[in-house]
T-cell receptor, first 113, second 116 residues
Framework: DAKTTQPNSMESNEEEPVHLPCNHSTISGTDYIHWYRQLPSQGPEYVIHGLTSNVNNRMASLAIAEDRKSSTLILHRATLRDAAVYYCILRDVLSNSGYALNFGKGTSLLVTP | DGGITQSPKYLFRKEGQNVTLSCEQNLNHDAMYWYRQDPGQGLRLIYYSQIVNDFQKGDIAEGYSVSREKKESFPLTVTSAQKNPTAFYLC???????????????FGPGTRLTVL
């Protein structure tokens, strides 16, 4: 699976939008872009995923660049409960290794009141 | 409530002892996974199983063993051969382990193992 690059940390004020970037310049045509987040001392949880088009769900929005070499996770209104490590992960849908995910170090998001 | 349970939350063992971490799911998922997380690091895959009675090594399988005798259970044994076993261990499951459709992974709460 192709590699992703994320900033180590970001900071946001509560109730403001947050844009978490992810670069994946070696993405292939069959790689899905996934985002998970991990709250302190908990297991990760799914946030959103997409292939080519922008995606919205109740938790966040995913904006994918036209060339697919980068994407941005958007939290529309950050709350203190959104403070977590956010992982951007690529997964080749044609891989034979099940759905095991390759978690990098992610971006640690700090939300301040 | 459907979900994944891992027990215990904290586990202490003496060096040289084998220890088995429990992972149970009642989501009727075919695929299950074990990950290891060290402080400040991302998750690394230890083993995964796409179906009962079958499992494959992940990136860091040395010093670990698993079994998958039942669909709902995927225990992980940390053997004395694992040189640095102290870590946070996370179990996950997904509806299937392959195919063209995406299946979200659901994670358990984790077991924090400390080897003294």
């Amino acid at each position: 699976d192709a590699k992703t690059t994320q900033p180590n940390s970001m900071e946001s004020n509560e109730e403001e939008p947050v844009h978490l970037p992810c670069n994946h310049s070696t993405i292939s045509g069959t790689d899905y872009i996934h985002w998970y987040r991990q709250l302190p001392s908990q297991g990760p949880e799914y946030v959103i995923h997409g292939l080519t088009s922008n995606v919205n769900n109740r938790m966040a929005s995913l904006a994918i660049a036209e060339d697919r070499k980068s994407s941005t996770l958007i939290l529309h209104r950050a709350t203190l409960r959104d403070a977590a490590v956010y992982y951007c992960i690529l997964r080749d849908v044609l891989s034979n290794s099940g759905y095991a995910l390759n978690f990098g170090k992610g971006t640690s998001l700090l939300v301040t009141p | 409530d459907g979900g994944i349970t891992q027990s215990p939350k904290y586990l202490f063992r003496k060096e040289g002892q084998n220890v088995t971490l429990s992972c149970e799911q009642n989501l009727n998922h075919d695929a299950m996974y074990w990950y290891r997380q060290d402080p400040g690091q991302g998750l690394r895959l230890i083993y995964y199983s796409q179906i009962v009675n079958d499992f494959q090594k992940g990136d860091i399988a040395e010093g670990y063993s698993v079994s998958r005798e039942k669909k709902e259970s995927f225990p992980l044994t940390v053997t004395s051969a694992q040189k640095n076993p102290t870590a946070f261990y996370l179990c996950a499951s997904s509806i299937t382990g392959g195919g063209s459709s995406y299946n979200e992974q659901f994670f358990g709460p984790g077991t924090r193992l400390t080897v003294l």
